[in-house]
């Protein structure tokens, strides 16, 4: 009898789980395709990046970027928009940079292109001029020390790595360089810095990104720029033929006084349990000197896309779902910061965090942190990601806006679309509309609607 | 006795086959290592796409891409390099095409961006002017028949499906019209016929691509073009406003007599089994609008690089592994049937085939015959592709170049990039080589050089 009774339950189950299966299955088909044909995450991201174009904290345009993010929510379909507060840095890069190398003995006299790094401070206003010493790696600097460094610019000749198959891999490698390098160089006495972009692409475009100083290594705040991948392969050409070839840096970049600023958040009321949240978030700040397509234009809308989807397709979450426009990535974090604190001070409970902030292009898959055993449900969801070629599915996930939560013990999600064009056109003048592909937006907000969908039902 | 053998047994299989693993593991990453630092297959693409350039079969473009593909591989390495004969049909484009649509009465003129299809005959020197009719598919042909069709111009109005994830299955779905439309509408007194272009890409390039003539549908051949995408949607929105408008097509293509043209094939000879081949392929021959960067200069560079992989690397071949540029996969197949051809006439005994011709992009996985258990082997090697993101391994493969070779009962492969941009750029002018990425193409020149590398071994 027990047997039996066993067997009933097993098949009971067996059968609701197939049910289940099949229901899941039509329902990531409806998601994806409203996506494919009705999404207007790409014309929401024409008008982020074309209309208002770069938009760094602070800005008149982050401003504009912000009025824009709650009036296409609300388009979207949220149940309620509303802003976060929070003060943001304002960093101004002024008038285009000059980097000229000359020298007298052999005639030399390029011009080399070249940008700010975000936060740098700028040279005094007639440019500065020194030697130039090129090192590969920190455990260089710290050997050559102040007899070798003081008085010169120190140029960071350190490649990614182009074997690494995770672009996001090699760039996790170089980036102190970019972070550090200033006040690591200041130490020893140097006069200013430059690195190589962060890039394997070898073209003229300088990428920008954040840099930080550390006074407790040194108190002097020297100048830092980034070379694009072909300046710096002329700049070290040309150090081997004139180790003395003198460098003229001329920027006009200012830290101002902060300002207020927002995140913005599109909410769809849970009808079961209002009071926890998931939610999906992009930046809505981007560098300067590009139009931050796709970053993190992409992510932005297709944060927002969630909102349409579940309205369009009527499909009521349990949970309260919200799309966040964060503010104040790439220079400071103060957008997710401030999501993190009212989610204390409000005691919102968050059932999970996603982030997509590695451009528009084609999903890969999601890196899911293990907490709570969300990993484990979502690697269980696989076979329904199959179809959708959406199946690389690996433990430990996040992003930077959402790391706060994350320090609360809240189980956060990395969206992974493919890695291998991102840093060909992160943070530099090349980040524009042109370079995303409608479809592969598309997709990537139809998988993360249906990522959602699935934790939201189980 | 006997339980302990067969533990000693199992203990040096397992041990046996750990460091097989081991080995390929360490095979895989020299070979992605090579490509992704050392590989010429970008700039090998680039002479061939922009030195070349647009090589049609029977072109004196094609003629160079022959001579310049002999040079290449010879460099690659190859212990031989030979050309296999094969009569290809030469047709001209001729002078740009115009269609013009107009209307008296609503002071309708407009020019709308069109080429003809391959193989398509031409209009008469100074056009043909008709009235439009637009269909969405045979079946509402056949119910217009003749009365309504007599005279006019058909306009297939087939939107390719944006609904599928893998876009090759959507252009599955609608090259028909393009390939079969003209004898089609012929058979009910058209005078031409045009189609949408096979793309979900909203642009002005029209895409060409090959159609037939069925004399058995009917014996009089009309020309037959395609719009863009975008003109495709400006008749279909006038013919709503005009259902009287007119449409002036002039084309000055034409088919000559044919031409004697040649596959390229580069060869390393077996160490233990040299009668014995593996291959891989890409077409030549491109269409003549654009460059024929993606479709197929990528393949044809890819499979160049397998040469410089295993010369460069010092990996002897048990089998003789072939590179192979065929002649004439986009209008004829007859560089696919020649090679075949000659492996029946040699007695050559082919192991596997590949071809890639599905652009240069993302590696996603391979579509394996199941043919000889080969899909079982290459599923089996599924851990040592999914570090390199290659894991997508399906049953049934092959390629037009190769498909001569698997009705002999060769099992195929065809090599399957990322399918969201390829039909963005196919068989337009837009096909160019600044639409490669350069780390993309070294990864799908990697995974066919490990996928190869690996069956030569097993």
Chains 1, 2 share one sequence.
């Not at 790595?161 to 995770?166: T, Y």
């Not at 002329?234 to 180790?243: A, G, I, M």
């Not at 995140?263 to 560098?287: E, R, T, Y």
């Not at 293990?370 to 690996?394: A, C, H, M, Q, R």
Request: glycine share 8%; hydrophobic share 40%.
């Amino acid at each position: 009898m027990k047997k039996y009774l066993f067997l009933n339950v097993a098949l009971l189950l067996g059968g609701f789980m197939q049910a289940q299966l099949a229901n899941d299955t039509i329902a990531l088909r409806k998601i994806y395709d409203y996506c494919l044909t009705e999404s207007k995450c790409y014309k929401n991201l024409e008008y982020l990046a074309t209309k208002i174009g770069g938009r760094i904290s602070g800005s008149q345009q982050a401003e504009k970027a912000v009025e824009w993010a709650k009036k296409a929510m609300l388009e979207a379909g949220a149940d309620t928009v509303f802003l976060q507060a929070c003060m943001v840095p304002h960093w101004e890069r002024g008038k285009k940079e000059v980097c000229k190398i000359t020298d007298l003995t052999t005639q030399l006299n390029k011009f080399l292109n070249v940008c700010a790094l975000g936060s740098s401070v700028g040279t005094p206003p007639k440019g500065l001029t020194a030697q130039v010493i090129e090192i590969k790696n920190f455990d260089e600097l710290e050997k050559l020390g102040t007899a070798a460094i003081k008085n010169k610019i120190v140029f960071y000749n350190v490649f990614l790595d182009p074997k690494k198959i995770n672009t996001g891999e090699a760039y996790g490698e170089s980036v102190r360089y970019r972070w550090a390098g200033a006040s690591r160089a200041s130490k020893y006495g140097a006069v200013a810095c430059v690195v190589r972009s962060m890039s394997t692409a070898r073209n003229d475009f300088p990428h920008t990104g954040n840099m930080g100083y550390d006074t407790s290594i040194s108190k002097v705040k020297i100048p830092a720029l980034a070379l694009s991948y072909n300046a710096a392969d002329v700049l070290s050409e040309n150090l081997k033929k004139n180790p003395n070839l003198k460098m003229t840096l001329a920027t006009n970049c200012r830290n101002l006084p902060e300002k207020r600023s927002y995140n913005v958040v599109g909410q769809i009321n849970g009808s079961q349990n209002p009071k926890a949240f998931i939610i999906a978030g992009g930046h809505l700040d981007s560098w300067d000197n590009g139009q931050g397509a796709h970053d993190d234009g992409a992510g932005v809308v297709q944060s927002i896309e969630l909102l349409s989807v579940f309205k369009t397709l009527g499909i009521k979450p349990k949970h309260s779902l919200r799309a966040v426009a964060f503010m104040n990535e790439e220079n400071g974090l103060a957008g997710g910061k401030a999501y993190a604190a009212v989610a204390i001070a409000n005691k919102e409970k968050h059932i999970a965090a996603l982030e997509t902030d590695a451009g528009g292009f084609t999903p890969r898959g999601f890196n899911v942190d293990t907490l709570n055993g969300l990993f484990k449900k979502v690697k269980s969801w696989k076979p329904l990601f199959e179809p959708y070629f959406v199946d690389k599915i690996d433990p430990e996930g996040g992003g930077a806006d959402i790391s706060p939560l994350e320090k609360q013990g809240v189980p956060c999600i990395g969206f992974e679309p493919d890695s291998q064009r991102y840093f060909d056109y992160h943070h530099t003048a090349d980040d524009t509309f042109d370079k995303i592909n409608k479809r592969e937006l598309e997709l990537g907000a139809a998988a993360i609607a249906a990522l959602l969908y699935l934790i939201d039902k189980n």
